[in-house]
């Protein structure tokens, strides 16, 4: 195997996904490609590679480059043998419309299917010795199950069935002989929680590897028990010990943050009375009461532990300060970063909107404050107002929305998280700057694959094909 692997990364926004391969240290991007101008610039200057426009015309791909336009007007020809890895989470929103059901193919209709579609024809185009595709978890049940199953089947044996991508392909394949397919050694759901990251994010994930370099199904076996056991995170301590938002927000382990945790906890000391409904009395009874205040303790049961062995929680506690460390936040408060980029910057909200946030404890949403003058209208979305907890892994960092979707810090001092709190929720390094207006950024934020997950990925992508050789060069006509 080559020193380096060779990435080409589709869909790339603003780099979350391949920064987590870059973090390994084995994996070397060699283009990427996103419609997003704004996450296109944040891309070239983090990664140090050239951004070119395309603009409407077709356009050969690049190497080396970042090029901000449409993917269906890139050819991928001029990567073809320069690529190892193809990366990428394409969106498949309208897939059902797309493809339809089995009676009623009508080929490519729809903008986003389009985009899916590009992601086959790359692979098809390019061979790479494996794929990691990433998605939203609701494309396992889109269309009864019918999507999912279909796009299994088109990676798995690039059924280019399109008329449009047959032509596409015609003018890029030139008498290169598509392989037989990919072998999907992993295709689930995965919660980056048990990978270390602050968060309750859930992502599908599919990876793939080209079928000629495997030599038995022994070596099929063996690398996805190796990829089912990395991307669940079974054998790591984060599965049970979460990191925490306290801590990437403080820049400390959670033993260091006695102090800090009883400090923001007292602010909400009868906020049942001052609020004045049931519920709110009902949460003083449930929640308030059942507090410790010693942050071990509400930090185990909060997480559903039971008491912890001394020795293991030793050893978890050992592995967030390292993660700390290795994300750069250890030693350094989220609070006291002033940053280029802006993201460091407390977002301005309105006099309503802290009034409201001040009256909804942490781990709470807008439900707590029905029946009162700070009531507001969510139709039954969780997300609406819901403040951070500072012990437990935070819900899912969005990229759009109003109607106080924007999330919200667990100190009753603060309401709108900063877009900077959002990287380090997301595990971005506070080095990687960000480019675009607020909104921009945050979409690019809110859309990424968080790089520490990533990185868990990639590493058990490396550790299969360290292991593989391919039986044969991949023929030519």
């Known amino acids: 195997m080559a020193t380096m692997l060779k990435i080409a990364s589709l869909f790339s926004g603003a780099g979350g996904l391949d920064w987590g391969f870059k973090m390994v240290g084995t994996y070397d991007i060699v283009f990427a490609n996103d419609v997003l101008y704004a996450a296109t610039l944040t891309y070239s ?41 193809l990366i990428g989470g394409p969106p498949c929103q309208d897939f059902s419309i797309i493809r339809g059901p089995p009676w009623d193919r009508n080929g490519i209709k729809v903008k986003r299917g389009k985009l899916y579609a590009h992601f086959v024809r790359a692979l098809a185009v390019l061979q790479p010795k494996a794929f990691v595709f990433e998605n939203v978890p609701g494309l396992l ?24 991508i047959k032509k596409m392909l015609s003018l890029e394949v030139n008498g290169r002989v598509v392989n037989s397919g990919y072998e999907i050694i992993y295709s689930g759901v995965s919660d980056f929680s048990a990978l270390g990251v602050p968060q309750r994010r859930k992502r599908l994930i599919i990876v793939g590897i080209r079928r000629d370099l495997f030599s038995s199904p022994q070596q099929i076996r063996e690398a996805k028990t190796l990829l089912e056991r990395a991307i669940s995170g079974d054998g790591s301590l984060f599965k049970k010990y979460p990191l925490t938002p306290l801590e990437v927000f403080e820049g400390r382990a959670l033993t260091q943050l006695q102090d800090s945790y009883v400090e923001i906890m007292e602010k909400w000391k009868g906020i049942w009375r001052e609020v004045g409904t049931e519920r709110a009395k009902r949460w003083k009874r449930e929640v308030w009461d059942k507090l410790t205040l010693d942050v071990v303790e509400d930090y185990l049961r909060l997480n559903g532990i039971e008491r912890a062995d001394e020795a293991e929680f030793e050893e978890a506690m050992k592995l967030h300060e390292g993660t700390l460390k290795q994300l750069g936040y250890y030693g350094v408060p989220v609070a006291e970063l002033r940053l280029p980029d802006g993201t460091t910057d407390l977002p301005k909200n309105g006099r309503n909107t802290v009034e409201r946030v001040r009256r909804i404890p942490p781990g709470e949403n807008h439900e707590f404050v029905y029946g009162t003058r700070w009531e507001v209208e969510g139709k039954g979305i969780s997300l609406v107002y819901r403040r951070l907890h500072p012990l437990q892994p935070a819900y899912t960092v969005v990229a759009y929305g109003g109607g106080g979707t924007y999330g919200y810090h667990y100190d009753r001092d603060r309401a709108a998280l900063t877009l900077r709190e959002k990287a380090r929720l997301q595990t971005f390094p506070d080095s990687f700057l960000f480019y675009g207006s607020k909104a921009q950024i945050r979409a690019q934020i809110g859309e990424a694959v968080p790089p520490l997950a990533a ?22 006509a």
Request: aromatic share 6%.
């Open 45 to 85: 200057r983090n990664f140090g590679m050239k951004l070119i426009e395309c603009g409407e015309d077709v356009v050969e791909a690049v190497p080396r480059a970042v090029m901000a336009c449409d993917v269906e007007k890139i050819i991928f020809s001029p990567l073809a043998d320069k690529v190892d890895i």
């Open 141 to 164: 049940s889109a269309n009864d199950g019918y999507a999912f199953r279909t796009i299994i089947e088109d990676l798995a044996k690039l059924n280019i069935r399109w008329k449009d």
């Open 455 to 476: 990185a868990e990925i990639a590493k058990a992508l490396l550790r299969i094909l360290e292991k593989l050789e391919p039986l044969s060069p991949i023929p030519k």
